[in-house]
């Protein structure tokens, strides 16, 4: 089982910016492909962004441009930049790892079942 730690989260303006950083404990982390998933009040779950573990990169439509998803394998971490920050972007954001060999399909990495290890969250809450 892989631990994943989030943290980074907090309280914003609109139009500011955060990073958020996953650590993991996965001794194999370049196997896994890693992702970010949010959920905001009385929503579900949804995809944010994704990363494989040969480093290709998944964006959803409004963090295109926005947001940056990066991965440091010799730090076992992964990151979500977000810039330009709106209140829609309040969540609850959730680092996800899936080993790669059950990525068979670009889709895959939007589809949370798909990744099998979770963190347990960290809140970004942006102010109007």
């Known amino acids: 089982q892989v631990q994943l730690v989030e943290s980074g989260g907090g309280l914003v303006q609109a139009g500011g910016s955060l990073r958020l950083s996953c650590a993991t404990s996965a001794r194999t982390f370049n196997s896994y492909a890693m992702g970010w998933f949010r959920q905001a009040p009385g929503k579900e779950r949804e995809f944010v962004a994704a990363?494989?573990?040969?480093?290709?990169?998944y964006y959803q439509g409004s963090a295109k441009g926005r947001f940056t998803i990066s991965r440091d394998n010799a730090k076992n971490t992964v990151y979500l930049g977000m810039n330009s920050l709106t209140p829609e972007d309040t969540a609850v954001y959730y680092c996800?790892?899936?080993?790669?060999?059950?990525?068979?399909?670009?889709?895959?990495?939007?589809?949370?079942?798909?990744?099998?290890?979770w963190g347990q969250g960290t809140q970004v809450t942006v102010s109007s």
């Open positions: 996800a790892a899936g080993l790669s060999a059950y990525f068979r399909r670009s889709m895959d990495y939007y589809d949370e079942r798909a990744y099998s290890n």
């Open positions: 990363v494989s573990s040969g480093g290709t990169i």
